[in-house]
């Protein structure tokens, strides 16, 4: 299915790297006009609007977390400073922290890309099971879903009874909220009586804001016939990704600026590698300048067979805080958990060790006999998943590793 939003989606990377470096210089200006946030960034750096303007400039700015969002809203209320002051606001959301939000102008697209390339469209009777209330989602995704012609049931956060009801009294043919609310509305459907694959009209889900485990997608797809896909985004920034029918890697939204970064200097890591992921929106009310999400993910450059030229980032390998750094390179454990799947639950173990200032990395894997071979796959799969090379690897008997112990163990000394 190559159901393109616009003509943004195919653009060679020259046009799409020419268009985001003209529209971030609009920004810069405008921000440095309008946003006393961004004056005093720019000012305290040394900064004219006139330097940073081109996505390789914006390096030249700090990258800004959650946290400092909040501390700079609470001291500066309501949007610290970020937002053009005459700007004509339709509506202000807020979520946890609090964190308050300037809903973007009709001119931004959010999340159509997403609903459009997961094939929602005219005809689709679509469960909104996202709250409405306060926070951007229901409102936003009801938009989306909108603007791609689909009509939205908007159900929010009503029980899972009356969701199984609104799906078979309305013949709903779409899903969209977390996949771990769709399991539990399928499960009170079967409880209630219903055979979900016979009785259900749902083709499709689209989720976003939890992650989707492949065991759950699978379950979806096979048993109950459901398509899934997946978006991702966070509050402070829209959109900023999902995935085509190759379900291989989110796509990057055409309006942000993506960029994976090393946490602890703020510059690019090399593609495929894991890195914090860090958005700039590109818009012409609120100022955020490199916003930090807190989660890790990689890019990949390779050509998608779905036809749409943009980078694609490598789903989201987990938060900052809990992936370990060996030779300046990071490992998350959900990309432990993929190789511990990869080999049918093998049961294996990471040691960190540090000699000499340079980091070892051990794996210590269960196996019946002296496969050397086994060996020799799960160092190249490795290295293939989580980019740094294994220096040593020990085979041991089966037991030697109990269930309840950790997959990664650092035991390097920071003193
Ligand atoms: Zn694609």
Redesign the pocket.
Known sequence: MNSFFDDTETRSSVERETSHSRKLSHMVELGYEYSERVRDIFDTLGLKPADVCSVTDLEKLPVISREQVIDFELHNLPFGGFCRADADIDRIFTSPGPVYEPHLTEKDPLWRRGYS?AGFGKGDIVLNTFSYHMVAAGLTFHEGLRAVGATVVPSGTSSTEIQVQLINHLKVTGYTGTPSFLMAIITKAEEMGYDVEKDFTIQKASFVAEPLQPSLRNKFEKEYGIDTYQMYGATEVGDIAY????K??W?ICEEVIVEIVDPASGKSVEPGQLGEVVVTRLNDIFFLFRFGTGDLSSLTGEA?????TSY?MNGIAGRVGDAVKVRGLFIAPSQLNTIKEHFNKINYQLVITREKYRDYVTAIIETGKDEHQLAERFDKHFQRICTVKIDNIELVAPGSISDGDKLIIDKRSWE
């Open positions: 390339a995935e085509c029918s190759e291989s890697g796509h998608c067979p779905c036809g749409r694609k």
